[in-house]
C-alpha cells in the first residue's frame, strides 16, 4: 500500500516530471506527499578552470537559501493542479542522497519517486547520480522517472 511518498526537487525539468508522476499515484491512492529539496553546502565554494587559469567565487548563503525556496515554491504550483494531493515540504542542507535518505526515513515513506538526472548531470555522470545512490541505498521503493 502507498501511504507516503516522497519527491526530491532541484528545480530540473526531471524533478518536475517525478513530482507529476507522485502527484498522479497520490491521487490514485490516496497518497501525502513529502516535497524535499537539499541545499547543497559544497556548492558555497566553487573553482572554476578555463584552460591553465583559474579562480576561486563563492556563493551567497542567502541567494543559495532564496533560490531553494524558489524550487520549492515551483513544486507547489505543480501540486496546486492536484485537488486531493496532500503535501509536506523539507528543506534540508548538504548532501542530497544522505539527506533524502533521511527524509525518506524519518517520514516513514513506502515510496521515493525521483528524476533520473538533475542539475548535477556532469557531477553525476563523473561520481553516480544522486538517484542511483537513493535507489541502492533506500529502504523503501524508489521509482526513477526519466
Known amino acids: 500500500m502507498i501511504e507516503k511518498i516522497l519527491v526530491p526537487v532541484d528545480g530540473s525539468k526531471q524533478s518536475a516530471k517525478a513530482l507529476e508522476f507522485a502527484c498522479n499515484l497520490a491521487d490514485k491512492y490516496n497518497a501525502n506527499i ?3 529539496h537539499t541545499v547543497e553546502t559544497t556548492l ?46 523539507v528543506i534540508d ?27 548535477s548531470d556532469l557531477g553525476g555522470l563523473l561520481l553516480g547520480s544522486v538517484s542511483h545512490k537513493v535507489s541502492h541505498i533506500a529502504d523503501c521503493t524508489c521509482v526513477t522517472v526519466r
Open 44 to 89: 558555497h565554494e566553487h573553482a572554476m578552470f578555463m584552460g591553465s587559469a583559474g579562480f576561486a567565487f563563492e556563493l551567497d548563503e542567502v541567494e543559495v537559501e532564496k533560490a531553494g525556496k524558489q524550487v520549492i515554491e515551483a513544486a507547489l504550483k505543480i501540486v496546486d493542479q492536484h485537488d486531493h494531493v496532500t503535501v509536506e515540504t
Open 93 to 119: 542542507h548538504g548532501s542530497p542522497a544522505h539527506n533524502i535518505i533521511q527524509c525518506a526515513q524519518g517520514n516513514k515513506v513506502d515510496m521515493i519517486v525521483m528524476g533520473s538526472r538533475g542539475l
Open 34 to 36: 513529502v516535497i524535499q
